[in-house]
């Protein structure tokens, strides 16, 4: 076929090893009338952001093989591009909450997708200098997902839930300002998604311009954790559960904070500046 599109495969070294191959060779099988196929394994942290960057302008089409982080980075590299290429996601990790979300589940039926070519309009949040697809979250649990633990190898995501266990009883707080609003809180957890952890999200939004930002204020140790759980159970409201949904928010903390992005972790800060960034990105 003639003026074949370009397609590159991106794909988490650490996600799958001869599962990932199989998956490479169905995916380049099953779309060789329309693409011209190339494949790039990660090489170091952030590589997959820094191939997209150079290169990603050169494709029509970028597909992620790995996890969360996977995608994260992805996006991140899309988002330098003048010229976006639309992307899908293959699920090869932990949660997969991204792929869950928009329903990538089968190579199959993620073959089928690419190949009708329709689209799907995604916002992006940038926060300070990173853009993050489904959350950002700090406060207590938040580090759970990007924790070094060889039992994650084994147990998958319930090595994230003996963890997140085990933080639930620590007593921790810390102070925040949003504006003129100030608190102290147990845990920040913004969402753009409708799965999150291996659960399903009933009743949140998504792709509608706006910060979906759920701040549970600090009262005893539990009762945070619990009124959280129970508002994204069934949307149980708390008074001690805040949301914000902005456009733009401007975020203090009085210390600097480990914040997970996307289920990876960021860095410290003691300032977020988060704003939407609508339709950034089209998958297929």
Known sequence: MENKKRALIVCNAKSGHQ????????????????????????EYPKSIQNKIKKEGGFYDAIITMGGDGTIHEAINGVMQLTKKPKMAFVPMGTCNDVCHTYKYKNIKGIIKRIREDKEIDIDLTKMNECYYIYAFATGSVASVTYENDPAKKFFGKLCYYFRAIGKIFKK??????????????????????????????????????????????YRHALRPLFAFAFLMAFKKKSKIIKLYE????????????????DGEYYGEEDFLDLKVEPKAIKIF
């Not at 199989?22 to 693409?35: A, C, E, F, R």
């Not at 011209?36 to 394994?41: E, K, M, P, Q, W």
């Not at 609003?181 to 920040?188: M, P, Q």
């Open 172 to 217: 921790s707080s810390f102070s925040y300002a949003i504006g003129e609003r100030t608190g102290n809180a147990y845990l920040f957890i913004a969402l753009n998604s409708l799965h999150m952890g291996g659960f399903w999200l009933h009743g949140q939004k998504l792709n509608d311009g706006k910060i979906h930002l759920y701040v549970c204020e």
């Open 19 to 42: 599962r990932g191959l199989k998956k490479v060779n169905k995916i380049k099988d099953g779309l060789k009338d329309l693409y011209d196929i190339d494949v790039y394994v990660s």
């Open 246 to 261: 902005e456009e733009e928010l401007h975020i203090k903390f009085k210390d600097k904070r480990p914040i997970n992005v």
